[in-house]
């Protein structure tokens, strides 16, 4: 028997998905004869699959127990690294710590190319992430050309990269930022975005964004003035009619707000204004203490919920290198996020450098935090991460070494862990006049 996967299933999304897998890593289920056969299971947990192996190296029986396509694609990576090594009868189980999980493309500066999202979404899908949010501050059509319909060219490669991401298992949204010219009291002003979002919606967009961070604190136009009580009322007013519009479109659709405060302690007037005046199914995104903050933890995101009632949804400026950052080179794993975050978050989306290829280097930590946060050892995730995209190990072991002495950044002070550690050894033995310790640096 020629040795191969194969999947029963009478779902189009899962033989999808399953296809996308295959194609993209042959090598994971090609080790063994397996049949695999699905059971989609309704619940309100956040994606989770069981694993339960059984038979043996004549032939594998696995059937996959999940809650969606995403707790899919993850239960294929698990079963891809179990059979990579050896497969072996048991059942494996597991419910991601996150959510919403995923990557945020909202950085100032040339937005990744086609290209590039399209292997970005793949590689997401490997970390087992869930969500793609597409929003390139210098792109005009996202920040400058909102009134105007898009192209049907930018419709094709949106509905491409959406084509792929359902195909692995990503949920994808768009987001678009009026903030700079809009009049929020004026009707066609919500009407020119909601085409927009029907243009989207029409090509399977189902997660829409509204960001109307970075733009004056203070109302512009003398309607808004006249007619709203501050810049927080004007934000809600807008955010709801638009979110009342789209629920006439699809009652499945979703949107999420950036607001003009989008950092603190999460009880500046501002935003408890807005969180509360804001329909109860629309996200609102936080970047928790700073603009790119060195620690999440859950005292702040349980006080953002006693404040604002909503839970935040973090856009995690990490590894972003943008405006005053761009010297830096943000290629360390993510630190500093508790280990219960996720129970008090709507999710986390992480925003990326420019650079793409350097970036997945975080972002495969970013993945292995957000799916089994209470696990998460950040050296033991850079490693192995390291390992995933720089196979050749002589390589490895020598891009490593440049790598972990750029580690500065708001999450690690220490730009060269190890270095610092070993000028640590050699001090401490010059002030004690003491021999030098053995070290596993010399």
């Not at 080790?31 to 190296?57: F, P």
């Not at 969606?68 to 993850?74: H, L, V």
């Not at 048991?90 to 493309?105: D, Q």
């Amino acid at each position: 028997m020629t040795k191969s996967a194969e999947l029963l299933s009478n779902s189009s999304s899962e033989n999808l998905i399953f296809d996308s897998f295959v194609k993209a890593h042959p090598e994971s289920l090609g080790n063994e004869t397996i049949k695999i056969t699905t059971h989609l299971i309704t619940d309100n947990r956040n994606d989770s699959y069981s694993l339960i192996i059984s038979g043996s190296s004549e032939l594998w029986n696995v059937k996959i127990e999940h809650n969606s396509g995403a707790a899919f694609r993850a239960a294929l990576n698990h079963l891809g690294k179990l059979s990579v090594n050896e497969l072996t009868a048991g059942n494996h189980s597991h419910e991601a710590s996150f959510a919403i999980r995923g990557v945020i493309e909202g950085f100032y500066g040339k937005p990744w190319s086609h290209k590039q999202r399209i292997k970005g979404i793949s590689y997401f899908a490997d970390v087992n992430m869930n969500h793609f949010m597409l929003a390139p501050k210098d792109d005009p059509w996202q920040r400058f050309d909102w009134r105007v319909p898009f192209t049907d060219d930018f419709l094709d490669q949106v509905k491409e990269l959406n084509e792929h991401a359902v195909a692995h298992g990503i949920d994808m949204s768009v987001s678009l930022s009026p903030g700079l010219t809009v009049v929020y009291s004026d009707p066609n002003d919500a009407n020119a975005i909601m085409v927009r979002y029907k243009q989207l919606h029409a090509i399977g967009i189902r997660h829409f964004g509204l960001l109307v961070d970075d733009i004056p604190w203070e109302l512009q136009d003398e309607n808004d003035i006249k007619k709203f009580r501050n810049i927080a009322d004007a934000h809600a007013y807008y955010a709801n009619t638009l979110h009342s519009e789209l629920k006439k479109v699809g009652t499945d659709l979703r949107l999420t707000v950036c607001p003009l405060v989008y950092r603190g302690r999460g009880s500046e007037p501002y935003i408890v204004e807005l969180g509360n005046a804001l329909n109860s199914d629309i996200d609102l995104m936080w970047t928790g203490r700073q603009i790119c903050s060195e620690y999440l933890d859950t005292v702040d995101a349980i006080a953002f919920r006693d404040f604002t009632s909503k839970k935040p949804f973090y856009w995690d400026n990490y590894p972003v290198n943008d405006v005053e950052m761009i010297d830096e080179l943000h290629v360390g794993p993510l630190t500093g996020r508790q280990s219960d975050l996720g129970s008090h978050s709507a999710g986390l989306l992480a925003n990326p450098m420019d650079r793409f290829e350097l970036s997945l280097i975080a972002i495969g930590t970013i993945g292995d935090y957000l799916w089994d946060s209470k696990s998460y050892d950040s050296e033991k995730s850079w490693h192995s991460t390291m390992a995933t995209l720089v196979v050749d190990k002589e390589d490895r072991d020598a891009i490593s070494r440049v790598f972990r002495c750029s580690f500065g950044s708001c999450l690690a002070q220490a730009q060269a862990p190890e270095f610092a550690e070993m000028l640590d050894e050699a001090k401490y033995a010059w002030r004690t006049k003491s021999k030098i310790r053995e070290s596993k640096f010399w």
